[in-house]
């Protein structure tokens, strides 16, 4: 199978493996030789394969923890608001029991207006910490497919070099 425009190295790498294992110019060799000659080509793809995939698993712990971390502060944020809400709902019921109603009243306005907007950037630090989170896990399922991606090109690769193999040996006898 022929790759059209690869975008990832590893995709370069496979098509390079390919060229290099064009029937033709193996036809004459022997296995040992065809096996020795591609075996470096091999490697290199195996151990960028490795590194790529160890590198995207390092990626998605590292979102997986921070998207833990950011529903930890999420909830925080959540509790934070109810809790300032309750306090300026005690606030402004208090202020029927003083005995200077319109100082008092004023006071618990402007707290309920204080912990009205907090609560509001409460709110707002909980939306980004979601679509954080949202954007984690577009990176995870992005990462995914890389894998998937590399996965397929390093089967289609094995599957190329079988059949070169096979063609070779087929030609020497």
Do not use: C, H
């Amino acid at each position: 199978a022929k790759f059209n425009n690869p975008t990832t190295e590893l995709g370069k790498m496979i098509v390079r493996s390919a060229e290099v294992a064009d029937p033709e110019a193996l036809a004459s060799k022997s296995t040992d030789d065809i096996t020795t000659e591609l075996i470096p080509y091999l490697k290199e793809l195996n151990d960028r394969f490795i590194a790529n995939y160890e590198k995207k698993a390092a990626r998605i712990q590292e979102l997986e923890k921070k998207k833990e971390e950011l529903t930890y502060w999420a909830s925080i944020a959540t509790y934070l608001a109810v809790a300032l809400q309750l306090f300026g709902v005690m606030a402004v019921m208090s202020k029927d029991l003083a005995i200077d109603s319109e100082v008092r009243r004023d006071r618990a306005e402007n707290e309920a207006r204080k912990a009205e907007e907090e609560a509001r950037l409460a709110f707002a630090e909980m939306r980004e910490a979601v679509q954080d989170a949202d954007e984690a896990k577009a990176d995870l399922i992005e990462i995914r497919e890389d894998v998937d991606e590399a996965r397929d090109m390093l089967e289609e690769l094995e599957l190329d070099v079988e059949a070169a193999l096979d063609e070779a040996e087929k030609n020497k006898q």
